[in-house]
């Protein structure tokens, strides 16, 4: 129909046969190809949510859960309980007050790391808020002061040597520091000699702190060999190799085996 439309069209003009033929050719072409791609265009707009939302199950059912229990430290004395301190060293271990694990997996097929996001720690009542953190690599932590005196954030730490000097809390912007390696970096403040945090910067997306009974739980692993890694305190860090099944879900009560 359109073709002939065109015909006619091109009939009144004054072109030569050899090219109205061409034309022709042309404009049927054009309308056969039109229909054909406006066709495939229709079926492929209806599939592709099909597709997607298999694909995401498919995803879903694959992955694995890996939950558990970590052996914690005994609780410290109420004495020290009572005490405001977040993280305490006996024998120049440091362990939180109560007492949390950190629970992460390393492995070779995990080369999509977790896009590092902005975390905070506050320091409030001249004490870090959270005193343990666990964050993946490249993440950028900001501490606001909210006491009203000075304070400062500093580590020795070999993972990340870093000094944000003293500062009030109108202090803008917030002061900050960017994590970049992994390995554990302990916080102090130069003021108040008491105050320490405990970051943990890891280079996987699947990480977690405990509670305070010992219990984790890590959800959406891709199926595979994983270094299961629990740290217990400044000194602990527990190992233990798992290979998960697609669609699994795994217990794993870690214990000190040596
Ligand atoms: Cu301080």
Redo the contacts with the bound molecule.
């Keep these: 129909m359109k073709a002939h439309l065109q015909t006619a069209f091109i009939g009144r003009l004054s072109v030569p046969p050899a090219k109205r033929f061409l034309i022709n050719y042309f404009v049927r072409l054009l309308g056969i190809s039109g229909w054909i791609g406006g066709l495939g265009c229709l079926l492929f707009g209806l599939g592709l949510p099909l597709v997607s939302i298999a694909s995401e199950e498919e995803a879903h059912g694959e992955s694995a859960v890996l939950a558990g229990t970590v052996p914690l430290p005994p609780a410290p004395s109420p004495e020290v309980m009572a005490r405001r301190y977040e993280i305490i060293s006996r024998g120049g271990v440091l362990s939180t007050i109560p007492p949390i694990g950190v629970v992460w997996v390393e492995a070779d097929h995990l080369n999509a790391p977790e896009e590092p996001g902005l975390r905070r720690v506050v ?1 409030r009542d ?1 004490t870090f808020h959270p005193s343990l953190m666990v964050v993946p690599v490249g993440t950028r932590i900001e501490f606001p002061n909210e006491d009203d005196e000075y ?2 954030v500093f580590s020795y730490s070999p993972a990340e040597r870093f000094d944000l000097g003293r500062y009030l809390p109108e202090e803008r912007p917030i002061p900050s520091h960017t994590f970049d390696n992994a390995g554990m970096v302990t916080l102090r ?1 130069d ?2 000699e008491h ?1 320490r945090a405990i970051i943990l910067v890891v280079a996987t997306p699947f990480h977690t702190e405990t509670d305070t009974e010992g219990r984790f739980r890590l959800e959406g692993l891709p199926p595979g060999r994983y270094t299961v890694k629990a740290w217990i305190d400044s000194r602990t860090t527990l190992e233990e190799v798992v290979d998960l099944q697609p669609g699994e879900v795994r217990t794993l009560d870690i214990s000190v085996t040596e």
């Design positions: 320091q001249f304070h400062n403040c003021i108040h105050m």
